[in-house]
């Protein structure tokens, strides 16, 4: 056991090692930029861009991850009767019968409830487990060893603040410094500033191609509303498997990790839609069982015959917005939907 624990802490020890790396080229740099060479009318742009930038990686770093509720957790009887059970038929039976309350829509590829046993949690849709934090994370994308943090819903948006503005920082210092980069070819700097100037533009060019792919990723699966692993491994749903299945359209899928006031955009502030748990998905209106909480499959009974369960605040928002305009619209003259009809 003793071992075991000594090597938990050597791993956690390791894992700190990229963030270290990370934070002293940053402070290299500030100290190349402003130090050494020290240009006065680039120096208010400079420190804004660092700013947030540092401010987002930190968010990014230090936000913990959300984890599921304990209403997503068995009941200590349930719990017992599951780890008794040796078959899986029976596992499952259990599972269905505590999910009935429960606002899940997606499943396993083999139709089943998703359960965590390592966490002992049903996992809620989008929900995963990331085995470097040994815990489940909410709307889980990726575990980033740069960060040493899960990305998941609680600090997503932070993550695509912190490549957005790193991308900024190092495409400003490589513009500032490319004049001078050039000096140094034709020997036109001092000694004591060509070794920082020449590895300042390298080290920013470097970054900016690295971060700019993994930027153009994100804000592609921002606008679709997926994460990393749904983008590999589509959700499964009662209709089977759909990766656009959580798409609600591009302005709907930006405003679920940006939230719906623009003038916090850009600041990493939390803002995102809902709660993690639950998540509006465009299959409820096209699957009538799609939106009950009783996920048992029963033949027997028809979707009349199975109680719906109660929408997120951000389900009944979004499909409230939906009604108010078709309403408005069928409210209209014909004049004025004549003349919407061809705008």
Not at 78 to 89: A, D, F, L, S, V
Not at 182 to 209: G, R, S, Y
Not at 218 to 239: C, D, Q, Y
Request: proline share 6%; glycine share 4%; charged share 15%.
């Amino acid at each position: 056991m003793a071992p075991t624990h000594v090597l938990r802490c050597c791993q956690r020890g390791l894992a700190w090692i990229p963030v270290i790396f990370i934070a002293l080229v940053v402070c290299w740099s500030y100290y190349a930029y402003v130090v050494e060479l020290c240009i006065l009318v680039y120096l208010i742009f400079f420190h804004l861009s660092f700013i947030m930038f540092v401010w987002s990686y930190w968010k990014t770093i230090f936000t913990k991850p959300a984890n599921p509720s304990k209403e997503f957790c068995l009941p200590k009887a349930e719990k017992e009767r599951y780890e008794k059970e040796e078959r899986p038929e029976s596992q499952q039976e259990i599972l269905w019968r505590a999910a009935t309350s429960l606002p899940l829509y997606t499943r396993t590829g083999a139709g089943a409830i998703r359960y965590c046993d390592r966490c002992q949690v049903i996992k809620p849709d989008r929900c995963h487990h990331c085995s470097a934090c040994d815990m489940c994370v909410l709307k889980m994308d990726h575990h980033c060893p740069w960060v040493n943090n899960c990305v998941g819903f609680s600090n997503y948006k932070f993550f695509i603040l912190f490549l957005a503005y790193s991308l900024v920082y190092c495409l400003f210092i490589a513009a500032t410094v490319l004049q001078y980069f050039i000096k140094f070819w034709t020997n036109d700097l001092p000694e004591t500033a060509k070794f920082h100037v020449l590895f300042l533009f390298f080290v920013a060019a470097m970054f900016c191609i690295s971060i700019l792919s993994l930027f153009s990723y994100h804000l592609w699966l921002v606008g679709k509303n997926r994460s990393t692993i749904e983008a590999f491994r589509a959700p499964v749903f009662r209709t089977g498997s759909d990766k656009n299945g959580f798409s609600l359209g591009f302005r709907k899928n930006i405003t679920q990790v940006f939230g719906d006031q623009k003038k916090y955009w850009l600041l990493p502030v939390f803002t995102s839609q809902g709660d993690g748990l639950t998540f509006p998905t465009r299959l409820v209106n096209a699957d009538p069982e799609q939106a009950t909480v009783n996920m048992h499959p029963e033949p027997s009974k028809s979707a009349a015959d199975v109680p719906v369960s109660p929408l997120s605040d951000s389900q009944n928002r979004l499909l409230s917005n939906e009604q108010h305009a078709n309403n408005n619209h069928l409210t209209s003259p014909p004049a004025v939907r004549l003349v919407s009809a061809l705008l």
